[in-house]
């Protein structure tokens, strides 16, 4: 009871974003074409997801990495560039993508 009571007072209950559930992400992964290069756990041609969710955890990176996966890019992870993939999905469902991979 008093770790409910703390955890209550002290907000974090409340703060709390909602999650987004692979169900959710798969289709778009699938429509957008992200698994062609990237797979939750292992390296592809891309990094794994888990991988982009562990280099990035704790940082506020949604905004940037919802205009990477649009607009592709290179360097961050090496030399392979990843292509734009403006057009394939709306702004909502990027971000449910990059929200689901950042939950991983």
Do not use: R
Request: glycine fraction near 8%.
């Amino acid at each position: 009871m008093k770790t409910l009571l703390a955890t209550l007072l002290s907000g974090t209950f409340f703060l709390a974003a909602p999650a987004v559930h692979a169900a959710d992400a798969a289709p778009l992964l699938q429509k957008a074409g992200c698994v062609a290069c990237h797979s939750t756990d292992k390296k592809i041609l891309g990094p794994s997801f888990k991988d982009v969710s562990a280099k990035y955890k704790g940082k506020d990176m949604e905004a940037a990495l919802v205009k990477k996966v649009k607009d592709g890019g290179s360097g961050a992870w090496g030399a392979m560039p990843m292509p734009p993939n403006a057009g394939k999905l709306s702004d909502d469902e990027f971000k449910t993508v990059v929200k689901w991979i950042l939950s991983l």
